[in-house]
């Protein structure tokens, strides 16, 4: 378990380049780094439709050397979100980030079990893998394993629209933690002056409440005033469903080898607290926030 605490300054002209910028956690991110005058450079697959004042665009693919090179020049630091399903690609973007020595934040998974010689399931596989590759680079890497996020529930938002009832493949329970919190955590680390950097064990940032998707879609009603309930799909069914609604094959089938495999987690720490300062919010609090996500 970390031994540091929330850095006590942050330095605010900072250059960080942030991947996957254009996601949930990203965009918080984004945001936050901007409140705090840092010098901000997105790496995005494509021209958002509201470019942001004030943030340097590079567009392009994460495993596409040249586009990191250029996208690294001059950055003090990296956050980087490694949305896809196989590390291998990684090994040309580690030698891009040897090179330019950034101070790395990886945003990883809090379901890797460090005992075991193989993880649950492919998602969780590849950020235990991509942790030895940053670390075996020398890169020390700052790495922030994040709870499931609460923004995964927008996936809900099209059902919801048309009735009480979500269905889909379920997940064992997990604290699931809210996006704003981890950006929060990883803008703090980004930010941290030098000799506050925090240093090696990974920092496991959980919510409060350890819950099911039945738990969550019941909270989400609360706050909208309906009874919603979370029906279970076999697995045939979802992913038939996950395939008509045009989800590529690959991330169908590690989605559900996650929803067979990953075990239950009651893990609930209090690291988000440490790094920023602010105890984690509540899911509940998650739904009041973003009622109009489910208009
Ligand atoms: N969601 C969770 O519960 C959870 C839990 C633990 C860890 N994490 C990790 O946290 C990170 C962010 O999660 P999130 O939920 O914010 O994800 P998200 O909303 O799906 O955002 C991911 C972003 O990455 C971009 N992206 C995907 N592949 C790319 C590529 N090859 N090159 C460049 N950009 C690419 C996507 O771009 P487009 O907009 O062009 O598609 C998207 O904007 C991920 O790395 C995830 O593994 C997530």
């Given at each position: 378990?970390?031994?540091?605490?929330?850095?006590?300054?942050?330095?605010?002209?900072?250059?960080?380049?942030?991947?996957?910028a254009?996601?949930?956690?990203?965009?918080?991110?984004?945001?936050?780094?901007q409140?705090?005058?840092?010098?901000?450079?997105?790496?995005?697959?494509?021209?958002?439709?509201?470019?942001?004042?004030?943030?340097?665009?590079?567009?392009?693919?994460l495993?596409?050397?040249?586009?990191?090179?250029?996208?690294?020049?001059g950055?003090?630091?990296?956050l980087?979100?490694?949305?896809?399903?196989?590390?291998?690609?990684?090994?040309?973007?580690?030698?891009?980030?040897?090179?330019?020595?950034?101070?790395?934040?990886?945003v990883?998974?809090?379901?890797?079990?460090?005992?075991?010689?193989?993880?649950?399931?492919?998602?969780?596989?590849?950020?235990?893998?991509?942790?030895?590759?940053?670390?075996?680079?020398?890169?020390?890497?700052?790495?922030?394993?994040?709870?499931?996020?609460?923004?995964?529930?927008?996936?809900?938002?099209?059902?919801?629209?048309?009735?009480d009832?979500?269905?889909?493949?379920?997940?064992?329970?997990?604290?699931?933690?809210?996006?704003?919190?981890?950006?929060d955590?990883?803008?703090?680390?980004?930010l941290?002056?030098h000799?506050?950097?925090?240093?090696?064990?990974?920092?496991?940032?959980t919510?409060?409440?350890?819950?099911?998707?039945?738990?969550?879609?019941?909270?989400?009603?609360?706050?909208?005033?309906?009874?919603?309930?979370?029906?279970?799909?076999?697995?045939?069914?979802?992913?038939?469903?996950?395939?008509?609604?045009?989800?590529?094959?690959?991330?169908?089938?590690?989605?559900?080898?996650?929803?067979?495999?990953?075990?239950?987690?009651?893990?609930?720490t209090?690291?988000?607290?440490?790094?920023?300062?602010?105890?984690?919010?509540?899911?509940?609090?998650?739904?009041?926030?973003?009622?109009?996500?489910?208009?």
């Amino acid at each position: 378990m970390p031994d540091t605490h929330r850095p006590t300054g942050t330095h605010h002209h900072a250059s960080v380049l942030v991947t996957g910028a254009a996601g949930s956690l990203g965009r918080e991110v984004v945001d936050r780094l901007q409140e705090h005058g840092a010098r901000v450079r997105c790496l995005v697959r494509r021209h958002t439709t509201r470019p942001r004042p004030g943030v340097e665009p590079v567009i392009g693919d994460l495993t596409d050397p040249t586009v990191l090179r250029d996208a690294l020049r001059g950055m003090d630091a990296v956050l980087l979100l490694w949305p896809l399903l196989d590390s291998a690609p990684a090994h040309e973007l580690v030698a891009e980030l040897v090179a330019a020595a950034p101070r790395v934040v990886y945003v990883s998974s809090t379901a890797i079990d460090d005992e075991a010689a193989q993880q649950s399931d492919p998602i969780v596989q590849v950020h235990a893998d991509m942790e030895v590759l940053l670390r075996d680079a020398g890169l020390r890497p700052v790495v922030l394993r994040s709870d499931t996020l609460a923004s995964n529930a927008r996936g809900w938002a099209a059902q919801l629209r048309a009735g009480d009832v979500i269905a889909g493949s379920d997940i064992a329970r997990t604290a699931v933690v809210d996006e704003r919190d981890v950006a929060d955590a990883a803008v703090a680390v980004l930010l941290a002056p030098h000799d506050a950097r925090p240093t090696l064990p990974p920092y496991v940032l959980t919510g409060p409440e350890v819950l099911s998707r039945a738990d969550q879609i019941a909270r989400l009603g609360a706050v909208l005033g309906r009874r919603l309930s979370f029906q279970s799909l076999p697995a045939d069914l979802a992913r038939s469903r996950m395939l008509a609604d045009g989800r590529p094959e690959r991330l169908v089938e590690a989605l559900l080898a996650a929803s067979a495999n990953r075990p239950e987690s009651h893990r609930v720490t209090d690291h988000v607290e440490r790094l920023t300062g602010r105890p984690a919010g509540t899911f509940a609090r998650w739904a009041v926030d973003h009622v109009a996500d489910f208009g």
